[in-house]
């Protein structure tokens, strides 16, 4: 079993920026598809960022294209989302996961959910307002 603890989430201002992490336990995360997804009150999940398991491609959704910045760290088996120029718009929980490469083509390049296998984080609320 892979698992998440999430961090770095919090209230910030427009313009103002900030980094979330997903730490892994369990199993190397470098094996993974990793993505982020995001949820608006009121709103689906949405995918806004995916790295393919060899770090070779990542995608962006236009709503944060420019501005976002995924990564992962594989000696510390935790990915990021830097998170720059921050907009109220981008309010929401964001969540975490990890899929099999064999889901490549659909949550990242097509940035659609992850299967019923992956794995989640357990979220952070990221808050921008003034």
């Known amino acids: 079993q892979l698992q998440f603890v999430e961090s770095g989430g919090g209230l910030v201002q427009p313009g103002g920026s900030l980094t979330l992490s997903c730490a892994a336990s369990?199993?190397?995360?470098?094996?993974?598809?990793i993505g982020w997804f995001r949820q608006a009150p009121g709103k689906e999940r949405e995918g806004i960022s995916c790295?393919?398991?060899?770090?070779?491609?990542?995608k962006y959704a236009d709503s944060v294209k420019g501005r976002f910045t995924i990564s992962r760290d594989n000696a510390k088996n935790t990915v990021y989302l830097q998170m720059n120029n921050l907009k109220p718009e981008d309010t929401g929980i964001y969540y975490c996961?990890?899929?099999?490469?064999?889901?490549?083509?659909?949550?990242?390049?097509?940035?659609?959910?992850?299967?019923?296998?992956?794995?989640w984080g357990p979220g952070s609320q990221v808050t921008v307002s003034s």
């Open positions: 996961a990890a899929d099999s490469p064999s889901n490549f083509q659909s949550m990242c390049v097509m940035l659609r959910p992850p299967s019923v296998n992956a794995y």
């Open positions: 369990g199993r190397r995360l470098d094996y993974y598809v």
């Open positions: 790295m393919s398991s060899r770090v070779s491609f990542t």
